[in-house]
Structures are given as C-alpha cells and as structure tokens.
Nanobody
Framework: QVQLRESGGGLVQAGGSLRLSCEIS????????GAWFRQVPGNARELVAT??????TYADFVKGRFTISRDKRKNTVDLQMDSLQPEDSAWYYC?????????WGDGVRVTVSS
C-alpha cells in the first residue's frame, strides 16, 4: 500500500523559508507525477507545483519563489518555499500519481506571520 508522509511545515516570519518533504513508501512502480497542493479552510484546494520526468510546472502565485524537486534516492518530492508571505499560509498536501492510481498525504500546516 502506497503511503505519503509530509514533513517540514511550521511557523515562519514573512520573507522566510521552509522546505516541505513528501516521503513516498510502498510503491512498486515508477512515480508518474508528484505534486504539491494547498488549501485554506473553507476554500478549494489549489495546485502549487507539479513534477514529472519531463517537466515542472508552477502556479503563477509561486513562480520564482517555490521550487519542486524529486529525490529518487530518498523517494521524496520536496518543495522549497522562499520569500514566504502571509497569504501562503495554508495546509499543504502532497499528491503522488502512479497512474491510474492517485494517493494523497494528510497534509502539513504552514503559517507565515506578518
């Protein structure tokens, strides 16, 4: 059974950085794509960044500030978040696709104080 475990969330001041990590375990096939989403309670979950073997894409609101990466040795999908702003405060969720199956982590909370 595939499991995703996120880590790295927390409280940071505006302008600061955090690095989120999504550890993927239990997979027997190659990852199709990894992604990070975020959600503020009461709002829809929104895509932050996606990584596949061919490309990386970012939401406009994080371009130039966030970097998604894949560590095959550690089997993680990481999200480096720089220049954080209060509006980046949300629950961040990792998504892993082993098509046709999709798996989600339980999320980590990121709070950016002004």
């Amino acid at each position: 059974q595939v499991q995703l475990r996120e880590s790295g969330g927390g409280l940071v001041q505006a302008g600061g950085s955090l690095r989120l990590s999504c550890e993927i375990s239990g997979s027997t096939v190659e990852l199709t794509s990894g992604a990070w989403f975020r959600q503020v309670p009461g709002n829809a979950r929104e895509l932050v960044a996606t990584i596949t073997s061919r490309e990386i894409t970012y939401a406009d609101f994080v371009k130039g500030r966030f970097t998604i990466s894949r560590d095959k040795r550690k089997n993680t999908v990481d999200l480096q978040m720089d220049s954080l702003q209060p509006e980046d405060s949300a629950w961040y969720y990792c998504k892993a696709e082993f098509l046709p199956k999709i798996f989600w982590g339980d999320g980590v909370r990121v709070t950016v104080s002004s």
